[in-house]
């Protein structure tokens, strides 16, 4: 078995990146051409060749580049062809600003008058209703070149951050109670949080991760600063009315359905504050902390070897039918899944595909049952992917992370009643239970606490107030507050997770939709186990449509309205129920 990558699939040597890379210099010189020709069916169907050609070859040369520095992104190399195909990106988007607004000005009626005369042209048509939808919010073409200019220097607060959160981040060595001496970083330390039962050998552990953000809080800080000061600055030259509101607009998500959220979660916080209520009485703890969360209710010596976690989420899937099955194995076939954690290796997990060469997965596996969840769920990434690339041009494959997060976190489910119903150790189903429960907090209510951060955080920069350490840790604190009734003033360093969570950093207003699609999923998930007529139909079906339409109507197509509360009131009453569970098995 191989638990490595095999970047040949995408190009067979290093050199053959090279070859690809200088004929995009190339191509993208090619729009020049296209200037004054959008009026015409000829110069629609030329745009639309050269875009694909550049779309694809830019998407492989990033993806390739990409999943090179995050094997080691202590590799100068690997770092520097990360550089230069983001610079070629950023050439791109500069080369192409000129577009859109002579679309503009040539018309709605024009545009899409000639999208009916030509079939082939019927691949722009969901691009072009976007770009009209939101065509107040566009400048002329001298002004979008002039805001393309600066798109790679405002990119570089995203590399400092990564320089400084990844590549200057280094193993701390602590010694616990019993003498002994663990080497604790990134990717092990929520491993030793689980199995630790000295809280003061978890506090250790915890302070061996976060007393490097908090040593770094103001350069952090100032990163963050710079992030939001350009995010007003599109905010400002486009119009929009809040930052929120820059980042929704685009894909028509009503700036409600984010307040909806916060608001339901934040309101409904009880059984939250009750399944915290519940770890500090089982554990006989006097103070609970955030690093006491990772503690089990039931203790397994049990672990879930790469292998034997891959062949239970295959084996999961096969109750959606042998196409589905199908799909899931692909996925997870040799050289397409990094497996395990190494020196440099970027943290977390991720799926990322290109429309020919398929998807891949990055884990950081450590044998233990959240890593046999994130093995399902990266696979939901993936699966979609495949069920889009087959059934979409390119042009439309690339779904929205609103619609992304469902696949995944129906895969998860899939996976915790898969081990439910093969399980009769009581021992064993609290563990489950526990892990039910944990995702819930996870992805429903941290989320949505991270949500709530980032709209507080971004209303500070909207109304001219200063970004500093001492502001972002108070949000936090309120927050821990509000949501899981957690004091951060008795836990030093924690208010500084804010630091820890490269989205902020990288993709605003991101991490709302692990919630909202948390939501749905679970929605069209009962649907589909309840075996009603077509659910699972409409949920391939959705999968299958890619980004031919706007996540809110895709969603809505899958059974599921994310405009009301509904959907996220009954995850709260979910939670209610698995707690309850619990509990009498606890007792």
Known sequence: MSDQWNLELIYPSLSDWETDFKTAEKDILSYESLKGTFHTKEGLLQYAKIQRTCSERISKLYTYAMMAYDLNQKDTAAYQNYQRIYSLYNAWMVQTSFIEP???SIGKETVFQLLDEEKEL????????????????????KSEGLMANYNEALGKFNQLYDQLAVADNTSSQISLSDGSVLEVNESNFQYYLEQLSNQEDRKKVFEAIYLFYEKHKNTFAGIYSGILASEMAVVKNRGYGSILESHLD?????????????????????????????????????HLHTYDRFLKFATSQRKYSYQEAKEMVLDACRILGDDYYQHAQKVLEDGRVSVYASDGKRTGAYSTSLYQEGAFILLNHNDNLESAFTIAHEAGHSIHSLYANEHQPLETADYEIFVAEIASTFNEQLFLDYRMSHSEDKTEKIVLLQQAIDNIVATFYRQTLFADFEYQAHR?????????????????????LDYYGIDLKTEPYKNNVWAYIPHFFHTPFYVYQYATSFAASMAIYEKVKNQEKGALEQYLSMLSKGGSDYPVNLVLQGGVDLRKPEPFLAVVHRLQELLDELKKLLQ
């Not at 998500?253 to 209520?277: F, N, R």
């Not at 107030?465 to 936090?476: D, F, H, N, R």
């Open 250 to 286: 685009r894909n028509a998500i009503p700036v409600e359905v984010v307040m909806s959220l916060i608001e339901t979660a934040k309101t409904h916080a009880e059984p939250l504050k009750e399944y915290y209520a519940l770890r500090k009485s089982f554990f006989h703890l006097e």
């Open 460 to 480: 500070l920069a909207e109304q001219n107030e200063p970004i500093t350490a001492q502001a972002l840790e108070a949000i936090m604190e309120q927050l821990y």
């Open 102 to 104: 002579e679309l503009i």
């Open 122 to 141: 019927s691949v722009l048509r969901y691009r072009m209703d976007q770009l009209f939808r939101n065509q107040t919010h566009y400048l002329d073409a």
